[in-house]
Structure formats: structure tokens, C-alpha cells
């Protein structure tokens, strides 16, 4: 079945970096876009980065310049570098795959910025 699971959330503090992770399993990683979103508490979930399976990559104008998606097709994963944090950056973050025209999601993983 497909798998994705997230890691790496926490809190930091404003300015400080963190790196999340997504592991995938059940599907063919490799042939597919990974995207990551996230949803803070009262607000729509919002596409924050993809990449698509060649490397090609985008990003929500709010965090180009300084989150950077990346995937290790060999291990089946999937990252966010996210530099330069800030407390809008404060949400739970989701990777997400669409295959065979269903999407599917992680668990989430929670990431709190302070100010």
C-alpha cells in the first residue's frame, strides 16, 4: 500500500532552519511528483514546494529563496530545507503524491516557529 510518512518537525526559533523528511514506500517513487503543503489552524492547505520526478522544481512565492525541495530516488525520499524561518512558516507540514488520479498523504509533522 502506499506509504508516506513525515519527520524532522519541531520548534525553532526565528531565523534557525530545519529539515524535513518524507519517506515513501508502496508505489514507484521515482515516476512520480512529490509535493510538499502545509496548514496552519483556521487557514487552507497551501502547496508549498514540488518536484517532479526529472528535478524540475517550484515554490510558493513565500518561501522561494529559502526553503529547497530535494528527493534521493534511490532511497525513496523525499526532503524540505527550510532556512530562514519564520513564525508564518508556522503549520504542519504534508508530503503528497498523486498517483492514478488519487491523492494521497502523510501523516503530517508539526513545525513551530518562535519569535
Known amino acids: 500500500q502506499v506509504q508516506l510518512v513525515e519527520s524532522g518537525g519541531g520548534l525553532v526559533q526565528a531565523g534557525g532552519s530545519l529539515r524535513l523528511s518524507c519517506a515513501a514506500s508502496?508505489?514507484?517513487?521515482?515516476?512520480?511528483?512529490m509535493s510538499w503543503f502545509r496548514q496552519a489552524p483556521g487557514k487552507q492547505r497551501e502547496l508549498v514546494a514540488a518536484i517532479i520526478s526529472g528535478g524540475y522544481r517550484n515554490y510558493a512565492d513565500s518561501v522561494k529563496g529559502r526553503f529547497t525541495i530535494s528527493r534521493d530516488n534511490a532511497k525513496n525520499l523525499v526532503y524540505l530545507q527550510m532556512n530562514s524561518l519564520k513564525p508564518e512558516d508556522t503549520a504542519v507540514y504534508y508530503c503528497s503524491t498523486i498517483i492514478a488520479g488519487r491523492g494521497y498523504w502523510g501523516q503530517g509533522t508539526q513545525v513551530t516557529v518562535s519569535s
Open positions: 508502496g508505489f514507484t517513487f521515482s515516476s512520480y511528483a
